[in-house]
């Protein structure tokens, strides 16, 4: 019976050359992407362009680094500026990229695995020199890519390839973790959180400082067969039953374990100075202190050029191929 | 709650702007062959209009198809939470 | 904000030193010379970890980067200064950073994601003692080796060695010309007898420094593809940020830079990869020659190890024996072509190297059987003594 259903079409479904509203900022020469049915990573991106588009950023602009993994395809289907990195190394990337040119718009998209576990020392660094940048760290509790092994985000008790009879180990509290280390906005969604996810995200983009966004994403095809909880719709319940919204808490309530209720919501949104305003700071104080008081330069022109270096990327050194960056004075 | 008939809902008074506001009508359009058959929005669409159709597309994957044509209010939800780009909304003339 | 430097005593070494050095002669160390010539090179972004015998480099960077408009950064982990620098050429910079041994073997993984993305970026590695923490603040040339076979996979890399701080100045130059002319990431192995020794360096004139400039491509937006090679095989780039759009990755990919994970594409990759600096090796390969028109026996040597063989030269030449030195200063590819030729033209090449027999594998290799090859080792700490590379140049011409 459903195989004699397959020439028929409902009214409601049209041919296949029709383009959805978010393909222009997608790869659609390489789609499909590889993510699984019931994988939460296509709902990242979506929400992603989404939240790019209502805050009018500028494409051209925008990066997308990340590191290894299911997550880290992501740099792969947008259609920006993109860096497909090597494992846990999409932060300090990314760091190169935004000191170097602090007007791009820098996002970080990868895996717990990647930016918890070997990336770990990457990301509280970043976090604490508070980089202008955001973090989306798609949390799905296992490794992926590579079949289900136990990550740093894995509940404890709960299987994976490599802890067959349970994981040992006590969880990160990702946003507690990031927050400690000095982020400025931390925060935390599934899913499920479509539209509240599409705010932050757009929040993030706007904010200056260092950006920590945890996104709770099932993996049906590994972490949740190998634990007996059903499909991405299963998983997606659970997020809806047991996901309690809490903006403001305390990021070091937000464990997540195997069974029980946990926080999401925007934890922490503070200001304070991000590593390149310190930077130019003591750019300009080191030149004012070093101007001559001769009569070569004059301390004014001394300051002025100290200002000239607040950077704003220039087009024009890039045409005669030098380097446009952070504080460039040459061409 | 799935795919359960809505009672429509009983005021206590008329509202003061019944007749001036209006709800704005959605129209689905499905990309089924990109469709993976995740099930998100049928489960998650707040007024039901999506139901798993009987045919499945040239991967095997049921997509979705409306079931309740006249309930899409345009809220947009299943097209962000489709994973696939698989479905997206236009809004209907009023 | 500099030491006072006693041979320049110009009213210009006083101002504001936004860009290269005054022309003139300082006496820097090694270190410093690397960093002043990253300067002189347009080089505005660095990345680094500190060790020693490298910190120097850092520590003048960053001094001199925040004053010049560049941007310096110590970040927290070799792994990460690799990274960084990838990220900062990739935004528009020209980008380095400085190790040494234990650091470069933590940055050999992003070297490749370097040399497979064809980042333009150059590494100091400043030579110590090992294995593992060896002899942190002494000489070895222990790393050539790992320059060339460091990271997994198959490719090639341009390694230069520097013989004197005023070399470590000229060669960090070319380093970047040779970075960006072959977008890939260049190294130069300094070691720590270099990079710890002040001696005196001249600075040319801003305008008499060749400078190579990125390649950027002048495709429409819409057409650029970031891996089409041009007739040399090296792909035109695009800064970050400009409009292309391009996606880069370290995995195995096409002319557009997507993954393509085929026999066939890896084939491509890889061999587009080598053939990229092997087809180019007339433009990259450098060496002195000293005393070698009528050599019986060559002194092969690179680095500090070379100041020595040069000293034995004229020792030989004094006592009646015709000897030569070839000093390597491109060590990675290897300059093949001229050690055969040398080794049909002399009895026996000695090779003096601070490591127990690495760069010899390949004269040895190169030589094909046409001359005695003979290692003088050394496992570090300190240069060759005279006497032991006599003894060895005398038994290889037995």
């Known amino acids: 019976m459903k195989g004699a259903d397959i020439d028929v079409l409902s009214n409601e479904v049209e041919s296949e050359q029709q383009d959805h509203p978010m393909d222009s900022i997608l790869r659609m020469d390489r789609m499909p992407h590889i993510w699984c049915p019931g994988c939460g990573l296509g709902t990242v991106v979506s929400c992603f362009a989404a939240a790019a588009d209502e805050c009018g950023m500028d494409y051209d602009r925008m990066c997308v680094v990340s590191g290894i993994g299911c997550t880290g395809r992501v740099a792969g289907y947008l259609q920006l500026d993109g860096y497909h990195t090597t494992h846990g190394r999409a932060i300090p990337f990314a760091t190169g990229l935004h000191l170097a040119n602090p007007d791009l718009k820098i996002t970080v998209v990868s895996g717990d695995g990647d930016l918890v576990a070997i990336g770990g020392n990457h990301l509280i660094h970043a976090a604490r020199r508070n980089l202008d940048m955001v973090v989306i760290c798609v949390n799905n509790f296992i490794y992926g890519m590579t079949g289900g092994q136990v990550a740093p985000t894995t509940p404890e008790g709960m299987k994976a390839t490599t802890s067959p009879f349970g994981c040992l180990e006590r969880p990160f509290n990702l946003p507690y973790l990031a927050a400690s280390s000095g982020a400025t906005l931390v925060a935390r969604w599934t899913t499920l959180d479509v539209r509240r996810m599409v705010k932050t995200f757009a929040k993030a983009f706007q904010k200056k400082g260092f950006s920590f966004l945890e996104i709770i994403s099932p993996c049906p095809t590994l972490f949740m067969r190998r634990n007996k909880m059903g499909d991405g719709v299963n998983m997606m319940r659970h997020f809806k039953e047991d996901r309690v919204i809490e903006h403001g808490a305390d990021p070091r309530d937000a464990d997540i374990d195997a069974t029980g209720k946990f926080l999401v919501g925007e934890f922490l949104d503070i200001e304070r100075p991000t590593y390149i305003d310190s930077y130019r700071d003591m750019v300009e104080r080191i030149s004012i202190k070093t101007a001559p008081k001769a009569e070569k330069k004059s301390a004014e022109s001394v300051q002025s050029k100290a200002k000239k270096k607040a950077p704003s990327g220039e087009k024009d050194a890039e045409k005669s191929g030098e380097p446009a960056l952070a504080g460039a004075g040459q061409s | ?94 | 904000m500099l030491t006072a430097d006693p041979v320049s005593q110009s009213a210009a070494a006083q101002e504001v030193l936004d860009g290269i050095l005054p022309p003139g002669s300082y006496y820097l160390n090694g270190d410093e010379a690397a960093a002043e010539g990253a300067i002189a090179a347009n080089a505005r972004f660095f990345a680094a970890y500190p060790i020693t015998p490298a910190t120097e480099v850092a520590e003048r960077c960053a001094e001199r980067f925040p004053e010049c408009g560049g941007t310096f950064i110590q970040m927290e982990d070799e792994l990460a200064a690799m990274n960084c620098i990838l990220g900062g050429a990739w935004a528009g910079a020209k980008a380095l950073t400085s190790t040494s041994g234990p650091g470069f073997s933590l940055m050999m993984e992003n070297l490749g994601l370097g040399i497979m993305t064809e980042t333009p970026c150059v590494v100091v590695n400043v030579q110590r003692a090992g294995p593992s923490t060896g002899l942190p603040t002494a000489v070895a040339q222990q790393d050539m080796m790992q320059a060339r076979w460091g990271s997994h996979g198959d490719y090639e890399i341009i390694a230069l060695a520097p013989d004197s701080p005023c070399e470590c100045f000229t060669l960090a130059i070319r380093c970047f010309n040779l970075s960006e002319q072959f977008r890939t990431p260049v190294l130069l192995m300094s070691d720590e007898i270099i990079g710890h020794m002040t001696e005196k360096v001249l600075v040319p004139a801003a305008d008499e420094i060749e400078i190579v400039p990125r390649r950027l491509t002048d495709a429409p937006k819409d057409e650029y593809w970031p891996y089409v090679p041009d007739d040399d095989l090296v792909p035109a780039m695009a800064n970050a940020g400009t409009g292309y759009r391009y996606h880069v990755t370290g995995l195995t990919h096409d002319y557009r830079g997507y993954p393509a994970l085929t026999p066939e594409d890896q084939h491509a990759q890889v061999t587009r990869l080598k053939d990229k600096i092997l087809t180019n090796k007339d433009k990259i390969i450098t060496y002195e020659m000293v005393m070698m028109d009528d050599a019986e026996v060559c002194l092969l040597s690179y680095g500090s190890a070379s100041r020595v063989a040069r000293s034995v030269v004229d020792i030989l030449r004094q006592n009646g024996i015709k000897a030569g030195l070839l000093r390597l200063i491109t060590v990675w590819p290897f300059p093949e072509e001229i050690v055969y030729e040398v080794a049909n033209q002399v009895k026996a090449i000695v090779v003096p190297e601070i490591n127990m027999g690495q760069i010899v594998r390949e004269v040895e290799r190169a030589a094909k059987g046409c001359a005695q090859v003979k290692l003088v080792p050394h496992a570090g700490g300190d240069l060759h003594d005279e006497p032991t590379i006599l003894k060895a140049v005398q038994e290889g011409l037995r």
């Open chain 2, 1 to 94: 709650m799935q795919n359960t008939v809505e009672a429509a809902p009983k005021f206590w008074r008329t509202p003061l702007d019944e007749g001036k506001v209006t709800s704005p009508i959605g129209e689905v359009l499905t990309i089924p062959e990109r469709c993976k058959g995740c099930g998100w929005c049928v489960e998650f669409c707040p007024k039901n209009v999506l139901t798993t159709s009987d045919s499945f597309n040239s991967k095997g994957y049921y997509y979705p198809v409306v079931g309740r044509t006249d309930e899409c209010v345009d809220c947009r939800l299943c097209e962000r939470i489709c994973p696939d780009f698989a479905i997206y909304l236009r809004r209907a003339p009023a």
